[in-house]
Nanobody
């Protein structure tokens, strides 16, 4: 069974930094991409940053220049991981952040998976 386990998040003052990490475990053959989404209160879920296995990245306009996504894709027993370094945080970054893994191929077929979510709160 494939699982995504997130860590990081918490409460920080505006201008501060946080780092989110996510590890995908299970009998994984390949992952097409991993990324982070967020849902702020009263808003729809939005893509924050995404990293493909080939190293291509894309970011939401609102986080460009402040957030950096990095990760490792592997077929070894080491876990596939993705991290999001968030700098110069703003109150509008307050949201629940979710790790996503696209097209995860394992003994269970190929599916998308989501983490349980981690809360980020930025105080002004």
């Amino acid at each position: 069974q494939v699982q995504l386990v997130e860590s990081g998040g918490g409460l920080v003052q505006a201008g501060g930094s946080l780092r989110l990490s996510c590890a995908a475990s299970g009998s994984i053959f390949s992952i097409n991409a991993m990324g982070w989404y967020r849902r702020a209160p009263g808003k729809q879920r939005e893509l924050v940053a995404r990293l493909t296995r080939r190293g291509n990245t894309n970011y939401a306009d609102s986080v460009k220049g402040r957030f950096t996504i990095s990760g490792r894709f592997t077929i070894s027993r080491e876990k596939n991981t993705v991290s999001l370094q968030m700098n110069t945080l703003e109150p509008d970054d307050t949201a629940d952040y979710y790790c996503n893994a696209e097209e995860v191929c394992s003994g269970y077929g190929c599916h998308d998976y989501w983490g349980q979510g981690t809360q980020v709160t930025v105080s002004s």
